[in-house]
Nanobody, 124 residues
């Protein structure tokens, strides 16, 4: 299973970006998906998460500005970011709790996977 994130870039303050993350591989099902970020010198933090039933939760710092969504038919999670601030500058990582098929027919296993990260830079 692999997660491929995209959509980062350089944007001015108050601008918008939309991140995407596609999961691929022999996937049986995907449970929770989420976006995390890590700014220089800081720990990785949860930005937003979404359940398989599309219940979302957000960090207080992004509530009202960011929207997480998913397309289960495409194994994809999105993060729409509006009213961006310089403090949103970070590498953004997607995460997915995936149940995948094993080589033994009829058996599945569950694991958490990370995307490679996409850099978001917000200039003032």
């Amino acid at each position: 299973v692999q997660l491929q994130a995209s959509g980062g870039g350089l944007v001015q303050a108050e601008g918008s970006l939309k991140l995407s993350c596609v999961a691929s591989g022999d996937i049986f099902s995907i449970n929770d998906m989420g976006w995390y970020r890590q700014a220089p010198g800081k720990q990785r933090e949860l930005v937003a998460g979404i359940t398989s039933g599309s219940t979302a939760n957000y960090a207080d710092s992004v509530k009202g500005r960011f929207t997480i969504s998913r397309d289960n038919t495409k194994n994809t999670v999105y993060l729409e970011m509006n009213s961006l601030k310089p403090e949103d500058t970070a590498v953004y990582y997607c995460n997915a709790d995936v149940r995948y098929r094993t080589i033994v027919a009829g058996f599945t296993r569950r694991n958490s996977y990370w995307g490679q990260g996409t850099l978001v830079t917000v200039s003032s």
